[in-house]
């Protein structure tokens, strides 16, 4: 069964978490639909992780569109939501209807998400309005990173704490219908989780959110550089690849690859009355 908006919300109502991945290609996301993961973003973290730009700032709607589409045609029935990138949405409700539409009608996305809170409910407002479903994300929303200044826990605070409450009704009173919380205090994610009927998805935010979410470079471990305090790794596939691509560059040198089961045949006869 397709998951859908209500779908997703009957999960939160029936104490069922969601699972989110991030996913940025085709058969990534086979791989993740058929083990069934609820739902796929593509984030705009692909800047980071598959553009290796330094920040998502740099990210434009044509790179969203192309990964997004990419990853939309391994799906069959896994609920898609794709990022919003920055200055697609921030300089008008118009602007944000456009882009969402894009995201929707050439990326094939279900959900649209954009980072903030009061500041762009007239955006949420107007992209709903346009019948898209909309997932908003507070508390560490890395495309205002040079306003805040760095990667860190958000919400620390009580006036902190209080916006972000305050932030989380407003979104969903403007419309939104799943909220991303990242980097925040697990015990500010659990209480804004029982305040609020759409269901909230945590990264950095506790086990008390309705679902997780994670960058699935982080969590199979294939980026080690740098490991946030919030990332488990489920696997070590970084190291699974080196070693794969060393044994493959030994075996050219060897001889060992190709074998004889990787190579054509051509009729000794007909190869000894070639002239060379
Ligand atoms: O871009 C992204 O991957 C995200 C998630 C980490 C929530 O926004
Ligand atoms: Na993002």
């Known amino acids: 069964m397709k998951n859908t908006v209500s779908t997703l919300l009957k999960q939160k109502q029936e104490g069922k978490k969601i699972s989110m991945l991030t996913c940025y290609d085709y058969s990534t996301a086979k791989l993740m639909e058929e083990v069934g993961v609820n ?26 569109i192309h990964h997004c589409a990419a990853v939309s045609r391994g799906l069959k029935n896994t609920f898609l939501v794709c990022d919003m990138p920055f200055m697609s949405y921030q300089t ?14 050439e990326g094939h996305a279900n959900m649209v998400k954009l980072e903030g809170g009061k ?3 007239p955006q949420i407002e107007a992209i709903v309005k346009a019948s898209i479903p909309v997932c908003a994300h507070l508390g560490l929303t890395p495309q205002s990173i040079n306003a805040l ?17 305050d932030d989380a009704k407003a979104v969903q009173e403007a419309g939104a219908s799943m909220l991303v919380l990242e980097c925040v205090p697990a015990d500010l994610a659990a209480k804004i989780t029982k305040t609020l009927h ?16 994670l960058v699935y470079q982080d969590m199979l471990g294939m980026f080690t550089d740098y490991v946030p305090k919030f990332v488990k790794q489920f696997a070590g596939v970084g190291e699974t690849m080196k070693k794969a691509f060393k ?23 007909v190869i000894e009355r070639l002239y060379f």
Not at 39 to 64: A, C, F, H
């Open 198 to 213: 759409i269901p909230t998805i945590g990264i950095g935010a506790g086990n008390q959110c309705d679902g997780q979410v």
């Open 247 to 269: 044994e493959y560059m030994e075996e050219i040198q060897s001889g060992a690859f190709p074998a004889e089961e990787h190579s054509y045949k051509i009729d000794d006869e």
């Open 149 to 165: 200044g760095g990667y860190k826990v958000q919400g620390k605070t009580e006036s902190d704490a209080q916006k972000l409450i």
């Open 119 to 121: 500041e762009v409910c």
């Open 39 to 64: 739902t796929i973003l593509v984030g705009d973290s692909l800047g980071n992780t598959m553009l290796g730009y330094e920040d998502t700032i740099q990210v434009t709607m044509e790179d969203m």
């Open 92 to 105: 008008s409700p118009y602007d944000a209807v456009v882009n969402a539409g894009r995201l929707m009608k």
